[in-house]
């Protein structure tokens, strides 16, 4: 093969793996239920899907009393020059004119979890535990379905782990292995927990 040919195929095989995420699922180009983006780094994207009733709201006052809601937080929590929750966009759904989308950004995990009440952990198994979550749990294969015990879990430490109770699509920043009861795997890496009332667990590769 041309050596030439050969440098070509590997960089194209460069581009295409910094692409990809390392494994992170991609997010639709249409968003017509709650989901969650963390990143590697713990930041959050949140797209949260509710009813949009006419009759009561107007989009800007709803945008307007999301946007101060986040300003009294940031006001009352941010130490340094990053903003803790920032309200970046507030549309109704085009295949839906009955809901709008609220789309928050976050600084981490623990900026989530304070402002919207909600678990949203993301870290390794062992800070997971250091954090006193309840690592007791089962979890499922997503290629074959073969269990994973909480013995096996602990003795990744060093793997990465997702627990939340969002009633959301969840896509994370490394590619998916296992998870918990409730938690459906989706084709395109995502997990979906939408259909649950417990807490999921998602445990991804280092």
Sequence with gaps: ???YRIKGICVWMLVMFMLTG????????VIDVTSIVVTDNGEVTSYLVGEFDKEYYSLSE??????SEAAEYNTEH????????TVEKAEVLENDSDKV???????????????????LFYGTV???????????VILKNVKDGTLFSKDQLLQE???YLLITDEKAKIYCPKKVTHVSDGAVYEENG?????????VIYILMKK
């Design 101 to 119: 989308m609220l789309i928050y950004k976050y600084d981490s995990t623990e900026s989530f979890m304070d402002f919207d009440e909600n678990i």
């Design 190 to 198: 995502s997990v979906d927990g939408t259909q649950t009332e417990e």
């Design 78 to 85: 941010q130490t340094g020059e990053t903003v803790p929750v």
């Design 22 to 29: 390392c494994g992170q699922a991609k997010l639709p180009d």
């Design 126 to 136: 062992n800070e997971a535990a250091d954090a006193g979550y309840d690592l007791d």
């Design 62 to 67: 709803l945008t307007a009393m999301a946007v």
């Design 157 to 159: 430490a060093d793997r």
């Design 1 to 3: 093969m041309n050596k």
